[in-house]
């Protein structure tokens, strides 16, 4: 069966129609999802300071070298010390706030095995026994801060990315789009 139209429409312009139009579904649909998302998510979600949205134990840095100093904080009121075998020793931990016990220690000079993970621990009053741990390296201390999309790698930072991967992924769309019909237009000479 013929074209009824006296000039067909090349396979080439079909296809990029189909992909304005996956485009333009994309840029619509995706903002509503996103934002769908955010408000489900926000209604299960409890507003609390920075503070309560990091683990009940942690170390600051995670790994380190020897003399590294560090930081542990807790959520618990500790009944000792913060203990571990990577530790010069105990590090006493002292009221920062409410619910917040924080103190600061040095890694030991010598005895330690690079690459091994080291558990460090604190009983708290109420008898549960927290842990996290650190690496022993030979280099620079790293994991202090947690960093994401404009704020903290907490709750959440998943669908910041997630919204910046289909934007990018949107702009890559409409640039190779653009470039492929502006060098259509010129090989063809259809300028309008």
Known sequence: MKSLSPHPTPP???????????VLA???AAPAAVAQDEAGAAAHRVSRPAWDNVAPLSISPSSGGPNTSVTVKS?????GPA???AFQQSINLQPAGTNKWVGTGRIKSSGLVVGRTYS???RCSDGVTLSTSFTFTSSTPTGGAAAGFGGTGGAGG??????LAIGGG???A???????LSRRRRATGNHL
């Open 12 to 22: 080439r312009r079909r296809l990029a129609a189909a992909a304005a139009g996956v």
């Open 26 to 28: 994309l840029g619509v």
């Open 75 to 79: 959520t618990c009121q500790p009944s």
């Open 83 to 85: 203990t571990s075998e």
């Open 120 to 122: 460090v621990t604190v």
């Open 158 to 163: 998943g669908k910041q990315a997630t919204a």
């Open 170 to 172: 949107m702009a890559v």
């Open 174 to 180: 409409g640039a190779v789009g653009y470039v492929f």
